[in-house]
């Protein structure tokens, strides 16, 4: 099977390396880090290593710098002129002292790594490898990936497409709908059948939540986790009562807390915090969440029922809408939502020093703009700021200012 390129991680893998010596790929398991890494080292042209951290070999070639050097003069290249890539580096105890070290040592060596969780690695990296690392986060497959990974045709049509004819589009919102129900990891996007497309989720459902996460959870607070988590799920799009939660799933408030928090660090869920603009109007601190992955959400859920039918469908569509807005944020950039005590609501703002964009999700058929005061009122407190407003909604596609709409299979063009 060929491997299907991935091109904005490729290029910010390369763009990273221009300033940085070590750059880190992290991210949930299954979202395809170690292809892109592969793709990266065979684009390289230069000396490759390859090393995996949970092999205990590589752990011990770590306990000494002379012994990591010894090794890579041997195996990658006696100048230390290559690429070292290191699969899931987190299993390996002081890793970043020495990867530091190796890079102050030998300049022309470029070292590329993946991780599976954010939980110490960030701060590991941050503290010891600060001015000498990218972090570079790695989500499942956006809806245009999805295409390519399905069938070139459909991705050539909403990569080319400038009309959103119904009749045209049509295929492209048949797919949309099949991914909002199985998500975007890349082996359940070149899976068939759906039945298998539910048996390879599951596979990491299994794996990856009940596996990898229960190491942290404490054996006597684990029905109550699993119990958490689908709460949750249930919850995408609202906001987050942590009392509620404690309450329904019979943890205490800080455990509970502590554990929304390991689902952020493990890429299971994002919490959206609310923005602000007249602190007297707008509601308390509580946040959204959402999942990093639909499939995996269904799972939690126990529903792949067809979207069209399914009373949880605008939250669905949100949820992936907030996932389009997260690839795309600038540096410097926060998503959040925008609600006040009398109800007002802006699903998505996506706030930084350049621009700020505004979002509301309808998951519906038009066949005319609509109307959104609370967009247009929102936009209007913004003084001199560079303002893009849209609404995402099943097909209609207007471009007039000075709020757009934008169908759901060309989310990916809101900027």
Not at 91 to 118: A, F, M, P, Q, W
Not at 213 to 224: A, D, L, Q, S
Not at 276 to 290: A, C, G, L
Request: proline share 3%; glycine share 4%; with cysteine.
């Amino acid at each position: 099977m060929a491997i299907i390129e991935r091109n904005q991680y490729q290029q910010s893998i390369h763009d990273a390396f221009r300033y940085v010596p070590i750059v880190v790929l992290i991210g949930a398991r299954q979202v395809g880090k170690t292809t892109i890494m592969n793709s990266f080292a065979e684009k390289a042209q230069v000396p490759t290593l390859h090393l995996f951290g949970q092999d205990p070999e590589v752990a011990a070639l770590f306990d000494k710098l002379s012994t990591v050097e010894e090794y890579l003069r041997i195996w990658l290249n006696p100048n230390f002129d290559g690429l070292l890539l290191i699969d899931e580096f987190q299993y390996v105890e002081n890793i970043s002292t020495l990867l530091k070290l190796l890079c102050d040592k030998h300049e022309n060596l470029r070292i590329l790594c993946t991780g599976s969780s954010s939980l110490d690695i960030l701060q590991r990296v941050e503290e010891t490898m600060a001015g000498r690392v990218r972090v570079i986060e790695v989500l499942s497959l956006s809806f245009a990936e999805y295409l390519l990974f399905k069938d070139p045709k459909l991705w050539h049509l909403q990569q080319n497409a400038t009309v959103a004819d119904e009749t045209l589009m049509t295929p492209l919102l048949n797919t949309y709908r099949e991914y909002l129900i199985f998500g975007g990891l890349p082996r359940v996007a070149l899976a068939d059948k759906n039945t298998d497309k539910i048996a390879l989720i599951n596979d990491i459902y299994q794996t990856y939540l009940l596996n990898d996460v229960r190491k942290y959870i404490r054996n006597e607070h684990f029905v109550g986790f699993t119990r958490l988590i689908r709460l949750l799920a249930a919850q995408i799009g609202n906001l987050v009562n942590i009392n509620e939660l404690s309450r329904e799933c019979g943890l205490k408030y800080a455990v509970c807390e502590n554990y929304i928090h390991l689902l952020q660090q493990m890429y299971i869920i994002r919490m959206i915090e609310p923005m602000s603009v007249n602190k007297r109007k707008t509601i308390s601190q509580m946040k959204k969440v959402y999942f990093y992955d639909l499939g995996l959400r269904n799972m939690v859920y126990n529903s792949f029922n067809e979207v069209d039918f399914r009373a949880d469908k605008g939250a669905i569509f949100e949820n992936e809408v907030m996932l389009e807005l997260w690839r795309k944020r600038n540096a410097g950039e926060t998503l959040q939502f925008y609600r006040t005590l009398n109800g007002t609501e802006v699903d998505f703002v996506m706030d930084g020093p350049s621009r700020k964009v505004l979002v509301e999700c309808k998951f519906q058929s038009n066949t005319k703009k609509l109307k959104i005061p609370a967009v247009a009122n929102l936009a209007a407190a913004f003084d001199n700021a560079d303002i893009h407003c849209y609404v995402a909604n099943l097909n209609y596609f207007s471009d007039e200012p000075p709020i757009r709409m934008m169908p759901c299979y060309w989310c990916d063009r809101i900027q």
